[in-house]
Every structure is written in C-alpha cells, then in structure tokens.
C-alpha cells in the first residue's frame, strides 16, 4: 500500500519560511509528477506547485519567486521550501504524487495534509 507523509508545517511570523517534506512510501515502481496543493477555510483546494521526474516546474502565480519546488527521486520525496511568507499562505498543504506499483497503472495519491499558519 502506498502512502504519502508530509511534515513540516507549523507556525510562523509573516516574513519568515518553513521548509515541508512528503516521502512516499510502499511497493512503488515509479513516481510521475509531484505536487503541493493547498486549502484555506471556506475556500477550494489549490494548486501551488507542480514538479515532473525530470525537474519541470510549475507555480502558481501568487508564490513564483518565494516557493521553490524540488524532489529526491532517491528518497521518492518531494519539497516545498517557502519564504517571504505572507498571512495568505495559511492554509492545510497538501501532497499529491502520481504513483504506478507493480500491480497498478499510474494513480494519484495524496498525503494527510499539513498546517501552515503566517500570523504575527
């Protein structure tokens, strides 16, 4: 079975950075495209940025030039280092790896979800 597991939320001052992990791990023959997605109360989940096994990436245009994307195809972990945080970036961040086993085409998965709370 596999499973996605972040880490790396808490809280922060606006201004600052947090740096979160989500490590995937099971019976897993390859990993497509990585991703973090976010969700703020009352509000759709979101996407913030999207990374391919060959290093593509992909933001959204509220955290280009503060959020870094970046893998560890090793380790089947991804990452999202996150500075210049602003209160708008609170929200529960999500990760999502598109995942084939040895029994499975590609499927998409996600992790429990992580909270990142800007506020002074």
């Known amino acids: 079975q596999v499973q996605l597991v972040e880490s790396g939320g808490g809280l922060v001052q606006p201004g600052g950075s947090l740096r979160l992990s989500c490590a995937a791990s099971?019976?897993?023959?390859?990993?497509?495209?990585m991703g973090w997605y976010r969700q703020a109360p009352g509000k759709q989940r979101e996407l913030v940025a999207i990374i391919n096994t060959g290093g593509s990436t992909n933001y959204a245009d509220s955290v280009k030039d503060r959020f870094t994307i970046s893998r560890d195809n090793n380790k089947n972990t991804v990452y999202l280092q996150m500075n210049s945080l602003k209160p708008e970036d609170t929200a529960v961040y999500y990760c999502?790896?598109?995942?084939?086993?040895?029994?499975?085409?590609?499927?998409?998965?996600w992790g429990q979800g992580t909270q990142v709370t800007v506020s002074s």
């Open positions: 099971g019976i897993i023959n390859s990993i497509d495209a």
């Open positions: 999502n790896a598109l995942i084939s086993t040895f029994k499975s085409y590609p499927s998409s998965y």
